[in-house]
């Protein structure tokens, strides 16, 4: 009953709030872009005696902006300046691809996971085959982060319809082997994000990354060989991409390391970590297309 009592009196504050706003509130445009590239920031705080303003190194959100991204358990609002570079993340009156959240299992950590693919404007409708890219996000991350800190989807459209790059099919997993989901959205419902879960960087994730890899080419139409697959990621997610394409030496001829977490962990005993060097001269020796690092 107390509980009962408490969620009413939640929904009653919240209808009031909502009812003031839409009937009593001003309406306050903030951000406001102006064609000079320029932003004002409006804020209703008649009592306030100091405002400030921060950028994504603080978390802080604007009352005014509907628009917000979540970096592990912090958010932050979002608007794009367009222009130059710019444009690359905004939504762009062209053909579009697909985004979908999967589940796929993984009979080496013995749980169905979500995973989030990007597949290329046409896909539904065709008969091609395209190459694969597995996205590996950094600590703290999980299968949402590329597609919304990232905004994935509106670079890879904007690029293709640019013939900047091939259309390709973009894999985003969950490198925290120890979640089914990103919190929220898994069996153990709503709860904090931490910067590094557990069993992250311990060998578990690369050794069994090869489920990913077999879900991905027996559900979908991809060129599936090495002269097709690239694996890149940022921080944790480089990491797991230096050792997943060495651990597998024949598998990927693109990888690609953006400012990796490439130290090694002394408290951990996996055989995915065994014989670095070999391992690395043994994927030269096979031959690779690229291998880009970025620090």
């Not at 919304?148 to 390709?168: E, F, S, W, Y």
Request: avoid cysteine.
């Amino acid at each position: 009953m107390k509980n009962s009592i408490l969620l009413f009196l939640m929904m009653t504050a919240i209808s009031t709030m909502a009812q003031q706003a839409l009937f009593g509130g001003q309406d306050i445009k903030s951000p406001e872009i102006k064609t000079d590239n320029s932003v004002i920031f409006r804020a209703m705080a008649p009592n306030a005696k100091e405002v400030k303003l921060s950028g994504d190194w603080m978390p802080t959100t604007d009352p005014n902006n509907p628009f917000i991204v979540r970096d592990v358990a912090s958010v932050t609002n979002i608007f794009i300046i367009g222009g130059g570079q710019a444009d690359l993340y905004k939504v762009n009156d062209i053909p579009h691809g697909t985004v979908a959240k999967r589940w796929y299992n993984s009979p080496g950590l013995g749980m169905d996971r979500r995973i989030t693919i990007y597949t290329p404007p046409g896909y539904e409708t065709g008969k091609e085959k395209y190459p694969v890219l597995y996205l590996l996000h950094g600590a703290g991350g999980d299968e949402e982060a590329w597609a919304t800190l990232g905004r994935t989807a509106q670079i890879l459209d904007n690029l293709i319809a640019q013939k900047k790059v091939k259309p390709m099919i973009v894999v985003m997993p969950n490198g925290n082997v120890i979640q089914d989901a990103a919190p929220g959205e898994g069996h153990e419902g709503f709860y904090k994000p931490v910067f590094m879960a557990a069993k992250t960087m311990d060998g578990t994730y690369e050794a069994n990354f090869i489920d990913i890899i077999k879900f991905i080419e027996s559900n979908y139409r991809v060129k599936a060989e090495k002269a097709n697959r690239a694996v890149a990621g940022l921080s944790m997610g480089g990491f797991h991409s230096l050792h997943i394409s060495r651990y597998y030496p024949n598998t990927f001829d693109y990888v690609g390391l953006f400012s990796a977490a490439i130290l090694p962990n002394q408290n951990v005993s996996s055989r995915v970590y065994n014989d670095i060097d070999g391992t690395l001269k043994k994927q030269m020796d096979n031959g690779f297309k690229l291998y880009w690092i970025g620090s």
